[in-house]
Structure formats: structure tokens, C-alpha cells
């Protein structure tokens, strides 16, 4: 069974830059979606983008589009997710799953979290 492991975050400032990853052990990305959620303190866990594996076609939530991009290294079994333009809204925790379907918004059709990496954005 997949089990992913988050890393990459950190505290920027608005308008920076960071690049996180989501890297699999036990299991590879091959047939599976591989998507970012973040949670914010108090709030649910919310969609951010996901990536097909077979094709690396990506899809984004509104609130990102533009701004993010999802990737994949085969080579290495990672997922990236490079985030641009950033905003203190975009401040939460950012964690990864994987899904047998793609285009799925709901965290209950991904598993395998990993304990997630923290985006602080603040000046």
C-alpha cells in the first residue's frame, strides 16, 4: 500500500514562492491520481489540485488556478506542487493522497496521507 510522505514548506512572505513534494513509498503513482489538500486551523480539508498519473493531465480548484502547478517525477515517484503568487489565505497544512479515479474533490476518496507539510504565508 502507498504511503506518502510531505515536504517543501515553510513561512514566506506574500507574493513568494514554494515547492512542495509528495513523495511515495511501497507503491508507485502508476494508475492513480495523485491530488494536494490543505486544512487550515479550524476548517476543513479542502482540494487544491491533482494530477493524473497516466497522462500528467492536472486539474486545480479556483481558488489556485493560475497560481499553482502539479507535476510528477517518474523517475523519482514524486509529486510536486509549485506554488506561486502566494497569498496569507493559502496558509495551512498541505497534505497528499491517492485516489484510483481522477477528478475526485473529496478527501474520503484518497488515502495514504502523509502527515502533511506546513505553508505559512506572512509578512
Known amino acids: 500500500q502507498v504511503h506518502l510522505v510531505e515536504s517543501g514548506g515553510g513561512l514566506v512572505e506574500p507574493g513568494g514562492s514554494l515547492r512542495l513534494s509528495c513523495a511515495a513509498s511501497?507503491?508507485?503513482?502508476?494508475?492513480?491520481?495523485v491530488a494536494w489538500f490543505r486544512q487550515a486551523p479550524g476548517k476543513e480539508r479542502k482540494f487544491v489540485a491533482v494530477?493524473?498519473?497516466?497522462?500528467?493531465?492536472?486539474f486545480y480548484s479556483d481558488s489556485v488556478k493560475g497560481r499553482f502547478t502539479i507535476s510528477g517525477d517518474s523517475a523519482k515517484n514524486i509529486v510536486y506542487l509549485q506554488m506561486n503568487s502566494l497569498k496569507p489565505e493559502d496558509t495551512a497544512l498541505y497534505s497528499c493522497?491517492?485516489?484510483?479515479?481522477?477528478?475526485?474533490?473529496?478527501?474520503?476518496?484518497?488515502?495514504?496521507w502523509g502527515r502533511g507539510t506546513q505553508v505559512t504565508v506572512s509578512s
Open positions: 511501497g507503491g508507485t503513482f502508476i494508475n492513480k491520481a
Open positions: 494530477l493524473r498519473w497516466r497522462d500528467r493531465s492536472p
Open positions: 493522497g491517492v485516489s484510483q479515479d481522477y477528478l475526485r474533490v473529496a478527501a474520503d476518496y484518497y488515502r495514504g
